[in-house]
Antibody, heavy 122, light 111 residues
Framework: QVQLQQSGPGLVKPSQTLSLACAISGDSVSSNSAAWNWIRQSPSRGLEWLGRTYYKSKWYTDYAVSVKSRITISPDTSKNQFFLQLNSVTPEDTALYFC????????????WGQGTLVTVSS | QSALTQPPSASGSPGQSVTISCTRTNSDVGSYSYVSWYQQYPGKAPKLMIYAVSKRPSGVPDRFSGSKSGNTASLTVAGLQAEDEADYYCTSYAGSNNYVVFGGGTKLTVL
């Protein structure tokens, strides 16, 4: 059974970088049959997929066009985890952030982290 | 505005069946074969209930079923139970720009 454990600060100042980590147990970030996603949820924007990273002979990333200029999702194979970095945040980035796994076959998120509420405020 | 439209609310009495719709409103939403449904309790992570329109992950009761007709996918919950009261979201593959879009969610109330 795959478990995802999120960590990171709950408060970020405007214009700074939001950074979250998602530790994986029960699977490998380097698995050829999984992709590792970040999704956020806010009252104003609902659920919003942000991006993913996955490994198929080499590393790939895909990002939503709405955040593409500000986002980086990266793996850490030594600690079996992956990261979200979102630059130049504004109060609009205030949301509940989730990491999630999909099996890279049909866009189904079958394991989720517990969620991290990130508030952007000075 | 989401490319997938859901009714904001639905309700039913215990034992009844309820169907929640998810209508594709944007032709850019790609293969509608990748429709999934998620159940979410307040403050918790979503849980996968249906994938590939009508497939159920192991552990999901067979009271939950999915279907699709034209531009509308549907989630049916049969034999409603109190524990089914939650928010339900549909998702679909949306092409190579946004990849995945979510519906706005439906709050299911068990009367």
């Amino acid at each position: 059974q795959v478990q995802l454990q999120q960590s990171g600060p709950g408060l970020v100042k405007p214009s700074q970088t939001l950074s979250l980590a998602c530790a994986i147990s029960g699977d490998s970030v380097s698995s050829n049959s999984a992709a590792w996603n970040w999704i956020r949820q806010s009252p104003s924007r609902g659920l919003e997929w942000l991006g993913r990273t996955y490994y198929k002979s080499k590393w790939y990333t895909d990002y939503a066009v709405s955040v593409k200029s500000r986002i980086t999702i990266s793996p850490d194979t030594s600690k079996n985890q992956f990261f979200l970095q979102l630059n130049s945040v504004t109060p609009e980035d205030t949301a509940l952030y989730f990491c999630a796994r999909d099996d890279n076959t049909g866009w189904k998120f079958d394991s989720w982290g517990q969620g991290t509420l990130v508030t952007v405020s000075s | 505005q989401s490319a997938l439209t859901q009714p904001p609310s639905a309700s039913g009495s215990p034992g009844q069946s309820v169907t929640i719709s998810c209508t594709r409103t944007n032709s850019d939403v790609g293969s509608y074969s990748y429709v999934s449904w998620y159940q979410q309790y307040p403050g918790k992570a979503p849980k996968l209930m249906i994938y590939a329109v009508s497939k159920r992950p192991s552990g999901v009761p067979d009271r939950f079923s999915g279907s699709k007709s034209g531009n509308t996918a549907s989630l049916t919950v049969a034999g409603l139970q109190a524990e089914d009261e939650a928010d339900y979201y549909c998702t679909s593959y949306a092409g190579s720009n946004n990849y995945v879009v979510f519906g706005g969610g439906t709050k299911l109330t068990v009367l």
